[in-house]
């Protein structure tokens, strides 16, 4: 019964250093999302895929690029990070088919990034 | 500029009394809103969602009840139970989901 599972759960990175972070979920949904979560602030949107092998932009995708490696996993990566990236981030699934409806997402448990 | 405000950063209620979390939005084009609770150190999880075309919808101790022509939601909880502390986000989909900052409940024994 795992749902939306993320990995890795805390990560420490040097400013310039590249990482990629993975996502899977096993509920055979078709859309998948990166957020982030930073303080003061709700989840803002990083990137989305509405299906296998598309993607798009949300409200914040600079410093990102993500992949949808199948239907079961989405990973973002930061090419080369900085300060600015640290942030905790979510990634979620949904049946939804075009990425947004009524279907409510599904949400990993996060994983805390620290750029120093 | 942000979407969708929640204006009370926190919220203490006593155990046995209604706990009502408000959420402001501005754009009159969302078609569903949805309400996710979160702990700490977790993912959110849904809770209820209204489409915009209801301005009511129960789901056992939670209501959320829609104003349209205020563009303000609230989220009712009825009776409020010490579990039921936790991070609560009001969230509106669009061309995407916008979240609110969130409302910090505090239920007190």
């Known amino acids: 019964n795992a749902g939306v599972t993320q990995t890795p759960k805390f990560q420490v990175l040097k400013t310039g250093q590249s990482m990629t972070l993975q996502c899977a979920q096993d509920?055979?949904?078709?859309?998948m999302y990166w957020y982030r979560q930073d303080p003061g602030m709700g989840l803002r949107l990083i990137y989305y895929s509405a299906s296998e092998g598309t993607t798009d932009k949300g409200e914040v995708p600079n410093g990102y690029n993500v992949s949808r490696l199948n239907k079961r996993e989405f990973s973002l990566r930061l090419e080369s990070a900085a300060p600015s990236q640290t942030s905790v981030y979510f990634c979620a699934s949904s049946e939804a088919g075009t990425g947004w409806d009524e279907r409510p997402q599904h949400f990993g448990d996060g994983t805390r990034l620290s750029i120093l | 500029d942000q979407q969708v405000k929640q204006n009370s950063p926190s919220l203490s209620v006593q155990e046995g009394r209604i706990s009502i979390l408000n959420c402001d939005y501005t754009n009159s084009m969302f078609d569903y809103f949805l309400w996710y609770k979160k702990y700490p150190a977790e993912g959110p999880t849904f809770l209820i969602s209204i489409s915009s075309i209801k301005d009511k919808n129960e789901d056992g101790r939670f209501t959320v009840f829609l104003n349209k022509s205020a563009k303000h939601l609230s989220l009712h909880i009825v009776p409020s139970q010490p579990g039921d502390s936790a991070v609560y986000f009001c969230a509106a989909s669009g061309n995407q989901f916008y979240f609110g900052t969130g409302t910090s409940l505090t239920v007190i024994p």
């Open positions: 509920m055979n949904h078709n859309s």
